[in-house]
């Protein structure tokens, strides 16, 4: 897993790599690097993942509430259908 990934996993969806250095942004608070550790506001709702509700795997945003991978199986078994 890259850098890049384990940002967007812990809600830093907007981060970037900008030649060898990584932009660390969050689209709902100005995210900062205090000591090399990216960090959140208080209050942001990205801060904290939510679990998906048929894995139980972490999820970035509430508003997703399932995994990637129970997502693809949804569709591929609405697709069958």
Not at 28 to 47: D, M, R, T, W
Not at 49 to 54: G, M, R, S
Request: net charge negative; charged share 20%; with cysteine.
């Amino acid at each position: 897993m890259t850098t890049l990934d384990t940002l967007y996993q812990r809600g830093f969806d907007q981060s970037c790599r900008i030649g060898k250095a990584i932009k660390v942004r969050c689209s709902q608070c100005a995210a900062l690097v205090i000591n090399g550790i990216a960090c959140h506001e208080i209050g942001c709702p990205n801060a904290f993942p939510y679990d998906c509700w048929q894995c139980g795997c972490e999820l970035v945003q509430r508003k997703h509430q399932v995994c990637a991978s129970c997502a693809e199986s949804y569709e591929e078994n609405e697709n069958d259908r």
